[in-house]
């Protein structure tokens, strides 16, 4: 049914009538930014719900670098949040120390938090190893984003374990969830691939949820744009080295011509976890010798990278 407001050349949304802002392939719906909102919100708290992500009492350290996906995972958990009684948020940025990119993503960051009145807590490659990423990488700029990943995975748990926090949220969506199954594919990494420290509650590990995981990128922006939220910042100048870059690309052109390929990949993704749970193809764990981190060799991704960066 087409709502008298809806223009002759905007498509009505599939619940109410009103102009749609964006179509769903896989559910073939068309919605307009009211229920774009509660459709979002709806999916996410299925998603944390299923996999038992969030109990009450829970301090949830939200990964915020100011970009997209972690605004809308604050805006969305401090909405959700009152279903889990005595659960709280903490929002932990890290600044890599990238020129002419952090500085930006690091006032949106403040002014949600501010906005939110969310505890917020900013931590730095600096505070970690004594310098900024753009030193660390002199000569290294292609290995831009595996060391950018292995401090920021460190900082943020450090932080987050530094403000009592009992699992960390990050803004990982469904996008991302496509693109990690194609690229752990293409490294023949199948450990990294069924890795999931999501749901488990370890004592070795503070769990990693990824409450975002079935809602696309696209919904995402769509999300915040409806509401005033989306705003235009700088793109990391270090993407152009990143697999991820192309893969997304790859992954964008297929998802154009054959609608459905990302969320196929992603489920894939689920249905590998499950299947390889509680297999050899786990790793198992130890501590590393050096700092006393869980990790599956002798010595830890991070202690290998200071040795080096001769840090
Ligand atoms: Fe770090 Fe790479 Fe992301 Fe830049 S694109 S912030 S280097 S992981
Ligand atoms: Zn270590």
Known sequence: ??????????????????????YQPVSRRHLCGIHLVRDVEKRVAST??????????????????????????LVILSRLLPAWPGADLVAITVDEGIAGYRTDTIRAA??????????????????????????LLAGRETEACTICGILRKKALTDAARTAGATA??????LDDEAQSMLMNAFRGDLPRLVRNTGTGRSALFLPRIKPLAAVTEKEIAAYLF????????????????????????????????????MQHLADN????????????????????????DPCSGEICQVCRLRHSLGK
């Open 1 to 22: 049914m087409k709502h008298p407001a809806a223009p002759v050349d905007v498509p009505a949304c599939s619940c109410c009538g009103e102009p749609a802002v964006i």
């Open 226 to 261: 409806v509401q005033g939220l989306f705003s235009v910042l700088p793109e990391c100048p270090y993407t152009r080295y990143a697999l991820r870059a192309e893969v997304r690309s790859l992954l964008a052109g297929l998802e154009d011509r054959h609608p459905g390929t």
């Open 269 to 292: 993704k689920k249905s590998i976890e499950r299947y390889c749970a509680g297999t050899p193809v786990m790793e198992s764990l130890h501590h590393c010798r050096e700092c006393g």
């Open 168 to 173: 960390i949220a990050t803004g990982h969506n």
């Open 48 to 73: 944390i719900n299923e996999a038992g992500q969030i109990h009450a009492g829970d301090r949830i350290a939200v990964a915020l670098s100011g970009g997209k996906d972690s605004t809308a995972l």
């Open 110 to 135: 403040e002014a949600l938090t501010g906005r939110l009145g969310v505890d917020h807590r900013i931590v730095s490659f600096r505070d970690l190893v004594g310098a900024d990423l753009d030193t």
